[in-house]
Each structure stands twice: as C-alpha cells, then as structure tokens.
C-alpha cells in the first residue's frame, strides 16, 4: 500500500535544509507531495535561490527519507526556486519578531550566546589553530557553534575548517557555509579567485565585521568564537563597541617577547570594560620523540606571566586556562581542514585543547545586562 501524504509530509519534516539548519517543512521549501498508487512519490521542493550550492544534498535527503517509507516504489524530487516574495517571508521568518531590519543578536540582552574574541600580541602563535579546534571541541560536547574569521587581512579559517563553498544569500540575510558542524563566515569566501590581498582602511573593516555579525544568519548559537587579527587595532576597538559582552580569550607563546605584547592586547580590556576568560599558552613544549622530557622550544612561563600581569593591571583574577604542546598534526590538520581534535582526539594537544573547551564551554556567564523575565509579585 503506498504511503499517504500525512506520512511522507512526517518524513520530509526530518529533512533539514543544509545551510539554514532546520526542517524543510518549518520553511516552507516543501512546494508539493504527490503519489501515485504503486508508490512513486513526486516530492517538489523550493530552494531559496537559483543555483543553490547545497540542491544535490538536499535532493539526496529528500529521496532518502521518503525511500525509508513503506509502499514506496520510487522517489522523484522537483526542484524549483522562491520568488522574491517567498525569500522575504522567509527572512522574516528566520529574524523572528524581529522583522526585516538588522541588527547584532548577540548584542541584546537576552542573547545567551556566549562570545569568545580570540586575541593574540603578534601573529604566529597559532591563534587561529586555537580557534578553530576549540571551536571543534565544543561541537563534539553537544554545543552549537559559530565562528567569525575577523581577521581580515590574514584570514585562514576557512582552509583550516576545509570550506570551500561561498555563502548563500537569501535576499539580504547571508546563509554561511558549514564544516564538521560548525558555523563560519570570513572575508575569504567573497573574495575573487586567488590569493588576492585585502585592503581595507577603518571604517570598511568595521563595516565588514558588522555585516558578519548582523547580516549572517546564525540560528540560536550556544558559543561564537572571533578569530581576531593581533594586536589592539581597528577590529579589536570595534569588536568592544558592537559586542561589549565579548569575552576576551588571549593565546600567547611561552617566549618572552611573545608574552609581553600578548599582555598588551589582553590590557585593552581596561580600556574597554569587557572581560577576559584567560589565557591560553600555545607551543607550550615539544615532547622528545625518544623519551618522556619536554623540550622548551620557546622557553618557559610566558602563559603564568601573561596571565599574572593582566591580573595585576584590571584587579581581578586572569587564568591560565591550559597549556598546548607542540604537535605537528596540528599543523598538518590545520592545512587540510581537519582539526586535530576530530582526527586524532586522545592526543596530547587535542587533549589539553578539548580540556579547555570543556572549561568555557560549563562556565556560566555573567548575568549583568540580562533581562531575566522577572516581575513584582506585589508582596
């Protein structure tokens, strides 16, 4: 007996849309289910533009999730493209009670979206491996995650996640692309082909930073993590300005001179008022491939003594949230999109990375600026 439309529309409402990550029939994308009486079911479905990188994923689980249905002979799916008034309901759909206008969710106050700013003195610590294996890490422990590639001049998350599709765009809201679970949006992705340089002065970097935050459709986050150029320039100043709340995650090597102006980038939160979750000590040593000694490659210290100096200058306590060895899988991983904390979990540095993952992933964050929902009983 062929199946009935109850049953094949039940089936279609556990097809998510690839992109935007909720069911198809939530969306409106399902346009018509008809079957025949020996079971071939024709499932139409509405993309939201024409060319939709992801129209072959979808068209795969579409005919898979109706094939699991008993009666069905044969599945064929019609693909179609929303009209301009359809992509507008759609958007207003997705901003919720906000309607059509733009704005920073995170910035409310009653997002619960914790914002981690990855920062770092100078380049070459490893930043932006930090970043994105944590990002990975707090995936794997059931979170849902984004990432912002703010470092705009020397973006490298999207190789080190392995994106290599662009974003979709459904009339002015921007889809990002997707990798191991992971939310990501970087300069990189609406560049043209190549290896071509950004060069942008003030006021078009903080345009950009607003448009991945306001224009990027991120559905309910638990962490967004802002992989941050170094230093305490335009894109430091404004990350304080349009996300006040963010917290400040500071990577440093253990040499001296690293540590010294990675202290100078956490200070920047006594200008700003915003808060730093800790610090984290990368490249922290080498194990010896013949024995059990480390090998302080960089030194020692640096981590403790960035930590101990941003506690002394803002008054409160600055942890040492982990220490990260050196591990040349996590280059290796980071050059074909494979964080080391997917590929190879148990290893040291994935170890120590999925360690402080877990940390800031269970601390609560600060309830100042919250609206909690509560009125005066009268008593």
């Not at 759909?93 to 206008?101: F, T, Y």
């Amino acid at each position: 007996m062929a199946p009935t439309p109850e049953q094949v529309t039940a089936a279609l409402a556990t097809v998510n849309d690839p992109e935007i990550r909720r069911p198809i029939t939530e969306l409106d994308m399902v346009k018509s289910v008809d079957i025949t009486p020996d079971g071939v079911v024709r499932v139409g479905v509405f993309l939201t533009v024409a060319g939709c990188p992801m129209k072959d994923t979808i068209t795969r689980d579409v005919t898979a999730a109706v094939s699991r249905l008993d009666g069905v002979s044969q599945v064929a799916v019609e693909l179609d493209v929303m009209s301009a008034e359809q992509r507008k309901t759609l958007q207003t759909k997705l901003r919720g009670d906000r309607g059509p206008e733009k704005e920073i969710p995170f910035a409310k106050a009653g997002s619960l979206t914790r914002v981690f700013a990855v920062a770092s003195g100078k380049g070459g610590v490893g930043k932006s491996s930090v970043t994105v294996n944590l990002a990975a890490a707090m995936v794997g422990s059931g979170l849902k995650v984004g990432v912002v590639d703010a470092d705009i001049y020397g973006h490298s998350v999207p190789r080190m996640l392995g994106v290599s599709e662009r974003p979709t765009k459904v009339e002015d809201m921007i889809m990002p692309p997707v990798a191991h679970d992971i939310k990501v949006i970087s300069v990189g992705m609406f560049k043209p082909p190549g290896n071509t340089p950004v060069v942008w002065r003030g006021p078009m970097l903080d345009r950009a930073l607003y448009q991945f935050l306001s224009d990027v459709y991120w559905g309910d986050l638990d962490v967004l993590l802002m992989d941050l150029p170094p230093g305490t320039g335009d894109i430091a100043i404004s990350v304080a300005q349009r996300l006040p709340t963010a917290e400040i995650l500071v990577v440093t090597t253990p040499q001296q001179a690293a540590a010294e102006v990675a202290e100078r980038a956490g200070s920047i939160a006594a200008q700003t008022h915003q808060q730093i979750a800790g610090v984290i000590e990368n490249m922290a040593w080498l194990p010896c491939p013949h024995c059990e000694e480390r090998i302080a490659v960089f030194g020692e210290g640096g981590g403790q003594a960035v930590a101990d100096g941003l506690t002394r200058t803002l008054g409160s306590k600055v942890p040492l949230l982990g220490q990260i060895p050196i591990d040349l899988r996590l280059r290796e991983g980071g050059d074909e999109g494979k964080p080391l904390v997917l590929t190879d979990p148990d290893s040291p540095a994935a170890s120590e990375l999925r360690r402080i993952a877990e940390g800031l992933g269970r601390r609560s964050g600060s309830l100042k600026g919250r609206h909690l929902n509560l009125s005066p009983t009268g008593r």
